[in-house]
C-alpha cells in the first residue's frame, strides 16, 4: 500500500494526510479554519503553511470568524507584523473580508457546512486514481464552488485554491488506489 505522494515529505505532513486530509467534515470552525490556510498557500507550498498552522491559530483566536470579522486596522497591522504567518498584505486583509462573508454564508443557509456540501448533494466525489495518475489543478466542480465565492465577496479562491479545499475537507476524495488512509 502507498500512500498518497504528497505526503511524503514529512511526519507532519504524513499526520496531516493520515488524520485530516480527504476526510469528510462539517465543522464550521474547522471549515474555516481551511478556507483561510488554502487561502494563505497561494503561491506557496502547503508544507509551508502547514507549519505554520499553530502560529495562525494564535494570531487569528483560533479561527474564530466572528472576531476576525471584527478586526480593525490595528490587528490587520499586528498580523503584517507577526513572522509566524505568511505577513503578504493581501492575504491578511483577506481573512477579514472572508470571515465577513462567511457569516453572510451562514445567514443565508444556517451554517457554511450546509452551503458546501449542497454542492455535491452531501455525498463525497470519490475517484482514487492510480498512484501515477496526475491530480488536476482544478475540476468543473471547483470552477462553479470558486465563481460562486467570489461572486459572494470572497478572496484567495481561484479554482485551483478552492480544488485543494473540496480535498482537504473531504468534500473530494482524490486518495489514491491503495492509500493506506481510505483502508
Not at 31 to 51: D, I, Y
Not at 138 to 154: N, W
Request: net charge neutral; hydrophobic share 35%.
Amino acid at each position: 500500500m502507498s500512500r498518497c505522494a504528497w505526503s511524503l515529505g514529512s511526519e507532519l505532513m504524513t499526520a496531516y494526510h493520515d488524520t485530516e486530509w480527504g476526510r469528510p467534515n462539517h465543522d464550521d470552525r474547522y471549515l474555516f479554519e481551511l478556507l483561510l490556510l488554502e487561502g494563505a498557500q497561494a503561491g506557496l507550498s502547503w508544507s509551508t503553511v502547514l507549519n505554520k498552522r499553530e502560529n495562525y491559530r494564535r494570531a487569528l483566536d483560533g479561527f474564530d470568524f466572528h472576531r476576525i470579522a471584527g478586526y480593525g486596522q490595528a490587528k490587520l497591522d499586528e498580523l503584517r507584523a507577526d513572522p509566524g504567518i505568511v505577513r503578504n498584505r493581501l492575504k491578511i486583509e483577506s481573512t477579514v473580508k472572508n470571515a465577513r462573508a462567511f457569516l453572510a454564508v451562514r445567514e443565508e443557509f444556517g451554517t457554511f457546512d450546509a452551503y458546501l456540501w449542497q454542492w455535491v448533494d452531501g455525498t463525497p466525489v470519490v475517484t482514487h486514481r492510480p498512484p501515477a495518475e496526475p491530480l488536476p489543478p482544478s475540476t468543473e466542480l471547483s470552477d462553479r464552488v470558486s465563481k460562486d465565492l467570489k461572486r459572494r465577496g470572497f478572496t484567495f479562491v481561484g479554482t485551483t485554491i478552492v480544488y485543494s479545499y473540496l480535498q482537504a475537507t473531504g468534500v473530494v476524495d482524490d486518495h489514491v488506489k491503495g492509500c493506506p488512509a481510505i483502508a
